[in-house]
């Protein structure tokens, strides 16, 4: 019995389908709104803007190295 109403449940469903397919059809083509929404242009109209790179000097990036190794052998004699 329980096939029954699983079998009557599917042609339920095929026949909405159906009915669903024929309203497409006949309606023509989905509205691109629908399907696939525009990115908005407010971007595209606005150029972005980089900010200034600063620049390190070579003492400053010698010492940023330093700590970053003094990091990771910390990390290292942790692990361990």
Do not use: C, F, N, Y
């Amino acid at each position: 019995m329980a096939i029954d109403s699983i079998i009557a449940q599917i042609d339920a469903e095929i026949a909405r389908l159906t009915q669903v397919r024929t309203l497409l059809a006949a309606s023509g083509k989905v509205s691109t709104k629908i399907a696939a929404p525009k990115a908005k242009k407010v971007e595209a109209a606005a150029p972005k803007t980089r900010k200034k790179r600063r620049p390190l000097s070579a003492e400053a990036r010698k010492r940023i190295a330093e700590a970053q190794r003094k990091r990771w052998a910390a990390q290292k004699a942790k692990a361990k």
